[in-house]
């Protein structure tokens, strides 16, 4: 059983034998470096089970050859996702963030068809691919979304479990942006979805394509 405290740093092609009975999922962090070398390399992110990860970094900073880690079957992080640089591709699997999403500057994410679940907040500095993928926070939570950011599919509902109002707050010097569906339901009067901006008297802006809806 490994107890991880700190931090475990990969290039990605090394072969790590153990699954999530074993892995700590409790506490620390793997962090995703690359190769370093030759052409631009894609690796496959480690599968331990569910879930896989407590904390998972994405920091590949090569200068000419940033390698891209993508998820060869279901991915699950127990607490936070940051990509502080290089690429994540959920490679059309669903993936599980218990905690925030973080998109650094120099950090990028791929969504392919995938669901994306996100416990807490959406943090984007940084490139979201959306492609044809659902972002879908935790029901009967409060999140945030920070930094612009277009969306596929965005679906938030409060369900019947919930046992107050919940809320989505908004950055609004941000432009969120939705080509698929916008999906945003309360459960009652007493459990209801509150969409508010993160400053008073500056609303939030959203935006929809041609081809995009909106439903509540």
């Known amino acids: 059983t490994l107890n991880n405290n700190g931090t475990i740093q990969l290039q990605g092609n090394e072969s790590i034998a153990f699954n999530s009975t ?14 370093g070398t030759g052409a631009q390399t894609t690796h496959t992110i480690k599968d331990f ?3 896989d990860y407590y904390n998972l970094i994405i920091n590949d900073s090569s200068a000419s050859n940033d390698d891209t880690f993508q998820a060869g079957a279901s991915l699950s992080v127990a607490n936070d996702l940051t990509i502080t640089d290089g690429s994540l591709d959920t490679n059309d699997q669903t993936a599980v963030f218990t905690g925030n999403i973080d998109i650094e500057a120099a950090g990028a994410l791929s969504g392919g068809s995938s669901d994306i679940y996100v416990g807490s907040n959406w943090s984007n ?10 972002v879908i926070p935790y029901p009967d939570a409060d999140h945030t979304l920070t930094g612009s950011t277009t969306f596929h599919n ?7 479990s919930a046992t107050a109002d919940n809320t989505l707050t908004v950055d609004n010097t941000a432009i969120m942006k939705f080509t698929g569906t916008l999906t945003l339901d309360g459960e009652s009067d007493t459990k209801r979805l509150n969409i508010v901006s993160d400053s008073n008297g500056n609303a939030a802006d959203f935006q929809f394509d041609n081809t995009s809806a909106a439903s509540s």
């Open 125 to 134: 500095s940084g490139t979201f691919t959306a492609e044809t993928s659902t």
């Open 22 to 35: 074993d892995n700590d999922t409790n506490s620390g962090t793997w962090e995703y470096l690359g190769d």
């Open 49 to 51: 089970g569910s879930p």
């Open 154 to 160: 965005f679906t938030f509902n409060v369900t019947s």
